[in-house]
T-cell receptor
Framework: KAGVTQTPRYLIKTRGQQVTLSCSPI?????VSWYQQTPGQGLQFLFE???????NKGNFPGRFSGRQFSNSRSEMNVSTLELGDSALYLC?????????????FGPGTRLLVL | GIQVEQSPPDLILQEGANSTLRCNFS?????LQWFHQNPWGQLINLFY???GTKQNGRLSATTVATERYSLLYISSSQTTDSGVYFC???????????FGKGTKLTVNP
């Protein structure tokens, strides 16, 4: 069974641009969560989705948004990029919220904002 | 919100040595997990351990929920154990994980 896949793996953008990252969960998994990892702030929760509904959102500005499609794939979008948005963005999937102990992480997308 | 503190922040070992990593949390939790992040950034689930003790090969973990701490033991360490070890907790019914800052482990040959 294929793991969680994230595309693209690496991305370079300039300030002011916008970016869309994609996450495909493990087949059969319907719950997707996103995290941002930076050297200064560590791993921080962005949002979680289940059955196309956002269940929870972390403390990030409105420039960060996401969605989940009917096939459980998820995208996150960051508009008006800032230098501080440079980070590793990790996606995780699980069967459903009640199976949280079986959450698997993808390899991440490394975003560099110049 | 809940605070998660890990110690030590850095640990350097010789191959074959044993180590103990600690995770303290400031409030009651209904889930605690240990992860290993390899040098390429991949996070791997090690243990789901809200309470009690579990073992998986050379790794074992113990969580004492009433005293709000968890320990990860690594025995006979190998160079492939190098990386960052994270403790993460959940509260309530959310899937939101709150991570500690991690312990960076370096195992030298």
């Amino acid at each position: 069974k294929a793991g969680v896949t994230q595309t693209p793996r690496y991305l370079i953008k300039t300030r002011g641009q916008q970016v869309t990252l994609s996450c495909s969960p493990i087949s059969g998994h319907r719950s997707v969560s996103w995290y941002q990892q930076t050297p200064g702030q560590g791993l921080q929760f962005l949002f979680e989705y289940f059955s196309e509904t956002q269940r929870n959102k972390g403390n990030f500005p409105g420039r960060f948004s996401g969605r989940q499609f009917s096939n459980s794939r998820s995208e996150m979008n960051v508009s008006t990029l800032e230098l501080g948005d440079s980070a590793l963005y990790l996606c995780a999937s699980s069967l459903a919220p009640e199976f949280i102990e079986t959450q698997y992480f993808g390899p991440g997308t490394r975003l560099l904002v110049l | 919100g809940i605070q998660v503190e890990q110690s030590p922040p850095d640990l350097i070992l010789q191959e074959g040595a044993n180590s103990t990593l600690r995770c303290n949390f400031s409030d009651s939790v209904n889930n605690l997990q240990w992860f290993h992040q390899n040098p390429w950034g991949q996070l791997i689930n090690l243990f789901y351990i809200p309470s009690g003790t579990k073992q998986n090969g050379r790794l074992s973990a113990t969580t004492v929920a009433t005293e709000r701490y968890s320990l990860l033991y690594i025995s006979s360490s190998q160079t492939t154990d190098s990386g960052v070890y994270f403790c993460a907790v959940r509260q309530g019914g959310s899937e939101k994980l709150v991570f500690g800052k991690g312990t960076k482990l370096t195992v030298n040959p």
